[in-house]
């Protein structure tokens, strides 16, 4: 069973805190994607990430993907109230025809102000 | 940028009814869309892969009787709830991949706002 374990479920965090969330696989990814889902909407994607070891800045975000393409990670810096949301961590696995993406079980993160 | 647009946002149908959920690619062409359903405070499950001129695909233990899906165009997939129970009462989610982009793996997939479903 090909699985993205996704840590932590839930983060719960003071404003202006730095916190990292990660994804996990024991298969090899051809590119992993990060999105962020608020309550009643679809996920909205904000990075893709292809190159073992390549590191992504969006603003106070930092992607990172593993040199094995087996993980990534995302760390925020400064956390802001905007930032609460539910993050996931999704790809397609090599081998499967880069077709079909299976989903990390999601961080729920919350910042208070 | 690629925009999937699903309507209704929220739905509210009696017991034993049927709801028809609509998907569309607005500025690409979409051979293939996803399905998916999504618990409260839970990631996404993939339900069914909608492929434009045939058959859906359906992932295990997904009744295709129960949720018929058709993708009779390039832009437009629709998932019909059949004889709807209360325990089909979720948050149903369809994305596709931009053609443009590969349509593979390397594409991130683009997200409708979802339809939240409640079966009463």
């Known amino acids: 069973t090909q699985l993205l374990e996704q840590s932590p479920q839930f983060l719960s965090i003071q404003e202006g805190e730095n916190l990292t969330v990660y994804c996990n696989s024991s298969s090899v990814f051809s590119s992993l994607q990060w999105y962020r889902q608020e309550p009643g909407e679809g996920p909205v994607l904000l990075v893709t990430?292809?190159?073992?070891?390549e590191v992504k800045k969006l603003k106070r975000l930092t992607f990172q993907f593993g040199d094995a393409r087996k993980d990534s990670s995302l760390h925020i810096t400064a956390a802001q109230p905007g930032d609460t949301g539910l993050y996931l961590c999704?790809?397609?696995?090599?081998?499967?025809?880069?077709?079909?993406?299976?989903f990390g079980a999601g961080t729920r993160l919350f910042v208070k102000a | 940028g690629a925009v999937v647009s699903q309507h209704p946002s929220w739905v509210i149908c009696k017991s034993g009814t049927s709801v028809k959920i609509e998907c569309r690619s607005l500025?690409?062409?979409?051979?293939?869309m996803f399905w998916y359903r999504q618990f409260p405070k839970q990631s996404l499950m993939l339900m069914a892969t909608?492929?434009?001129?045939?058959?859906?695909?359906?992932e295990q233990g997904v009744e295709k009787d129960k949720f018929l899906i058709n993708h009779a165009s390039l832009t437009l997939s629709t998932l019909t709830v059949t004889s709807a129970h209360p325990e089909d009462s979720s948050f149903y989610i369809c994305?596709?991949?931009?053609?443009?982009?590969?349509?593979?793996?390397?594409?991130?997939?683009?997200f409708g706002n979802g339809t939240r479903l409640t079966v009463t």
């Open positions: 909608s492929n434009e001129g045939s058959k859906a695909t359906y």
């Open positions: 994305s596709a991949r931009d053609g443009r982009a590969g349509g593979q793996g390397n594409s991130p997939l683009h």
């Open positions: 500025d690409f062409q979409a051979t293939t």
């Open positions: 999704a790809g397609a696995p090599v081998g499967t025809g880069g077709f079909k993406t299976i």
């Open positions: 990430v292809v190159t073992g070891g």
